[in-house]
């Protein structure tokens, strides 16, 4: 009987062994929400999210969505090793005059899988004057 538990005991533990040196990739991004501020319309809208593979496994990101058609995401080609960095670069396009509230989705192989992603921002155009600006002289002066 002892030497039964024993060997159970022993397989136990060289099973947790096991079980720690399971390789596995980790995604760290150095931002999760990126702010354009306030931009005018026809400015640059490329960002870019800098993360890291922080795991002990090649990090193989298998996707990249956006929320809408306005926003062109781009991942990277090849996987990105233990230790290195990689971008995944966002395009909004800024001709369209709104506030910017998108989300970027990224799929991996990481041991979170899904990660969202933030861009937000303001649009405007500097032709046009804002409704809510006070003119200088009243409807009835002009």
């Known amino acids: 009987m002892k030497n039964l538990i024993t060997i159970l005991f022993v397989g136990l533990l060289s099973f947790g062994a096991l079980a720690q040196d399971k390789k596995v990739a980790k995604i760290e991004f150095k931002e999760t929400t990126i702010d354009y501020g306030t931009i005018e319309k026809g400015a640059n809208g490329v960002r870019t999210f800098v993360f890291t593979n922080t795991g002990n496994a090649p990090l193989i990101i298998s996707d990249v969505k956006s929320s809408c058609g306005c926003t062109v995401p781009k991942k990277p080609k090849g996987p990105i090793l233990p230790g290195e960095t990689g971008e995944i670069e966002v395009k909004y ?50």
């Open 93 to 142: 396009d800024t001709k369209r005059v709104n506030p910017i509230r998108k989300t970027i989705t990224v799929i991996s192989n990481a041991d979170t899988p899904t990660v969202a992603l933030k861009i937000k921002g303001l649009v405007v155009d500097p032709n046009k004057t804002s409704v809510l600006e006070k003119k200088n002289k009243s409807v009835v002066e002009q």
